[in-house]
């Protein structure tokens, strides 16, 4: 897709021109809110973050957990405190949308469970908002993040089968995307099964073994501080202190069970240099996924990241999630403080090898040739001082991964590494991450690809 078109470059290139703007992803949330405290945990970040999406719709749905009821007024509840602090977070950003215009994308989905709220004449309001979203005359995919069940989301698909000829049916898949925290009905694993060719990201796991998906690593479990890193910044008193803020963070209530467990759906679509969403196989804040058949067929499925902190390993599905903790942790204390401070933090403006912009840069090199990385250009709109790491995300490509690479000066703006010995082109991840010295601090990112090809 465009806007995640890839510039091409030699290792040694003048800079190129900037690439095209990231476009704002569109959006459609399923929330079986009120079940527990983590919907509406989710829902006051995911407001927070509504300047970087089109919100298409917001839907009060049913679950496992939640089988014959829907509570959209908790949505309007926080979309009401959404409202209060609105005008603070404009001086901050400028395309946070109305209140109203929130409201006018709410909807109660069908109080059925699951596949019992699907077939002839079973359309909601919710099926019908879906089913619009996609035909509308937009080129951009629709992302459909299922927080809960997704007996809404089956529904549109089946009104949609019944309803038009299979080539119709293709490209309303076509513009489909699906995120979902893992099945919380029968009706997500019905969609897989009749849909196979849709964009779908999901842990697949034990039914009910939700401690085994990748999103849980949002917080994992909090009693063990010895699982994860960062684990303080998933407290409690952490959250207390730098979330639970003003109008809309008087409105998130403290966990029950595990922080935020559907906030992983849009992590992945924040656009912050690392996420690229129609590449779930890259990694970023939502975690990393790849596909669960060969040759690009099935769902994006869980796959394991390893990284070391302070000469420990980490492994794991979950690692794909908490290695960002710390950074999207941060981000989230400094959109909380633009709801309620008129000066507050903002994130670093990242230039790699004289690119501006959000998307990933492709550079070529040969074996044995030195690649220079190079972050020049690189500023903060507050001022504040910068560091620099640019690093292998050597996980990318699956197992056995990328053959590592040694970078020298890894903690400057540039940085040079000898491109490895390969038997065939090999792409190569190079992750630039800058961190500015503000508080909280806010990080942003830079992917460079290099295409490495034998001598």
Not at 75 to 84: H, L, P, S, V, W
Not at 386 to 413: F, K, N, S
Request: with cysteine.
């Amino acid at each position: 897709m465009l806007p995640f078109a890839l510039l091409l470059l030699s290792a040694d290139a003048a800079p190129a021109t900037p690439t095209p703007p990231v476009e704002r992803p569109r959006v459609i949330v399923l929330s079986d809110i009120g079940n527990e405290p983590d919907d509406s945990e989710s829902l006051v970040r995911f407001l927070l973050y509504s300047d970087c999406f089109d919100v298409e719709g917001l839907v009060a749905t049913t679950s496992v957990w939640q089988r014959d009821k829907v509570q959209p007024q908790l949505m309007r509840e926080r979309i009401d405190a959404y409202e209060k602090v609105r005008p603070n977070l404009l001086r901050h950003a400028p395309t946070y949308p109305t209140a109203d215009a929130l409201r006018a994308v709410l909807r109660s989905g069908r109080a059925a469970y699951g596949m019992a709220g699907v077939g002839k004449g079973k359309d909601s309001d919710a099926s019908r908002l879906i089913v619009q979203a996609v035909d509308r005359a937009d080129k951009r995919p629709v992302w459909v993040l299922a927080w809960g069940g997704a007996v809404d989301l089956a529904q549109a698909l089946w009104h949609v089968r019944a309803t038009r000829s299979p080539a119709q049916v293709q490209a309303f898949l076509k513009k489909l995307r699906v995120y979902s925290i893992s099945d919380q009905d029968d009706a997500g694993p019905w969609a897989r099964q009749n849909f196979p060719s849709l964009f779908w990201i999901a842990s697949i796991h034990g039914w009910g073994q939700y401690n085994m998906a990748t999103w849980a690593g949002i917080s994992s479990d909090r009693r063990n501080a010895e699982q994860f890193p960062d684990r303080e910044m998933v407290t409690d008193g952490w959250l207390s202190q730098h979330i639970r803020r003003g109008p809309l963070g008087a409105l998130y209530p403290l966990p029950e069970f595990i922080m935020e467990g559907d906030t992983p759906s849009f992590l992945h679509l924040i656009p912050n240099g690392l996420n690229d969403p129609e590449h779930p196989e890259q990694g970023g804040w939502g975690g990393r996924y790849m596909h669960a058949g060969p040759d690009g067929a099935g769902p994006f499925a869980d796959v394991k990241d390893v990284f070391t902190r302070d000469g420990r390993i980490w492994s794991g599905n979950q690692a794909s999630v908490y290695r960002w903790r710390a950074a999207f942790q941060n981000d989230f204390a400094a959109r909380m403080a633009w709801s309620v401070d008129a000066k507050a933090n903002h994130a670093p403006v990242v230039v790699a090898q004289g690119v501006a912009g959000l998307a990933p840069v492709r550079i070529k090199a040969r074996a044995g040739e030195t690649v220079t990385l190079d972050a020049t250009g690189t500023r903060d709109p507050d001022g504040d001082a910068l560091d620099y790491r640019w690093w292998q995300y050597r996980e990318v490509g699956g197992i056995p991964g990328q053959p590592a690479v040694e970078i020298a000066d890894a903690v400057t703006p540039r940085a040079r590494f000898v491109a490895p010995a390969v038997k065939a082109p090999t792409a190569l991840h190079l992750i630039l991450e800058v961190r500015d010295q503000g508080t909280p601090p806010i990080t942003r990112y830079r992917r460079v690809i290099v295409e490495v090809s034998p001598q």
